[in-house]
């Protein structure tokens, strides 16, 4: 088991957790912010992916990372975990000679008025094992308890996160301004990949205000523009909660001239042909776009039946809610030139 430094000052092991798919956006972001980071590690997972890493500097830049939903201490890792009780009580053992110091310390550098005498648990379980996220909550209440920690409902506790994977379980700090951001790691993670700058005009398809903010925070390109599908209608005599007014448009039909945006990014579900057409016919020479698609063969085989002008610089298979997606990044290319797309699968970031 790798605990708390070993009850040391400090801790160095820390993990981002990710949308599943975009674990290498997260890597690069965190290598590009980070100096001194070492031993990444990438681990792909189908509810959420992780990016491990140590880093002996301030923790303070890791409030800066946008691409992951979270930042976490690594407090602890526990191999050998067997499907039924031993497996559970070996967790709770482990737990039970865990010292928190350091972890209070970091949580109350990085949060004044934490309380790090409570916690609150988020624990999970994946795979065949006969005890429950229930059962693993009880003994982590047991085994801390012991120690003079409670388990409280209220913000300033201990944000912690136990994972058990298979054989193995690790227990996270959740870092506090995760818990508070409104960030859109999505839209940022599509920003990166479509290499917005602040020179930049960006249409944003179907993301919304908060996919606005997020964009306009982290690139601040010259120009930021959004569309979104028409409302449904609703039936005679419902009624419809008032909205901010909001500016729309069919994908078809963008009220754009040609070439007239560098960059478009956003959710495009299925397109129809004539929506992409559009979308290259707004996007200016040399221009990128990055889109998560539903079905990714769909769209690729009525790229190259129709001949459309586009290159499939890459495709992420991702997972999104639950739901298989692929996020395409596409550059436009002239007309006429062969082998636009791949004949043999997809494109993949590995």
Do not use: K
């Amino acid at each position: 088991m790798s605990a708390d430094a070993a009850a040391g000052t400090r801790l160095f092991a820390f993990y981002a957790t990710t949308i599943p798919g975009l674990e290498p956006v997260v890597a690069d972001e965190l290598v590009e912010r980070l100096p001194g980071i070492e031993a990444i590690r990438v681990q792909r997972g189908r509810r959420q992916g992780r990016v491990s890493f140590s880093y002996q500097r301030s923790p303070r830049h890791l409030l800066e990372v946008r691409s992951a939903r979270g930042l976490y201490a690594l407090l602890a890792e526990i191999d050998g975990i067997t499907v039924g009780r031993p497996g559970l009580e070996r967790i709770a053992a482990a737990l039970a000679g865990l010292s928190l110091t350091a972890a209070g310390r970091l949580l109350v550098a990085l949060q004044p008025d934490a309380e790090p005498s409570s916690f609150q648990l988020n624990a999970t379980v994946q795979g065949p094992h006969r005890f429950t996220a229930a059962d693993l909550t009880r003994a982590v209440e047991e085994a801390f308890g012991r120690a003079g920690l409670r388990r409280r409902p209220v913000a300033t506790a201990m944000h912690l996160q136990l994972q058990v994977e298979g054989r193995r379980a690790h227990l996270g700090l959740h870092l506090p301004s995760s818990l508070t951001r409104d960030g859109e790691p999505l839209a940022y993670c599509l920003g990166r990949l479509s290499g917005i700058g602040p020179e930049d005009a960006v249409l944003v398809v179907r993301g919304g205000r908060r996919w606005l903010r997020e964009l306009a925070t982290a690139f601040g390109p010259r120009l930021l523009l959004g569309f979104d599908d028409p409302p449904v209608r609703q039936p005679a005599g419902s009624v419809v909660p008032a909205e901010p007014p909001r500016l729309l448009a069919l994908g078809e039909h963008l009220p754009l001239q040609d070439g007239s945006v560098s960059c478009i990014l956003g959710l495009a579900g299925d397109p129809r042909l004539a929506e992409v057409r559009e979308y290259l016919r707004c996007l200016a020479e040399g221009g990128m776009a990055a889109l998560v698609v539903g079905d990714a063969q769909r769209l690729v085989t009525m790229l190259r039946q129709h001949q459309v002008p586009v290159s499939v610089l890459a495709a992420l298979p991702v997972s999104l809610n639950g739901r298989d997606r692929t996020v395409f990044v596409l550059g436009q290319v002239e007309s006429g030139h062969p082998d636009l797309l791949p004949e043999s699968g997809l494109l993949q970031i590995e």
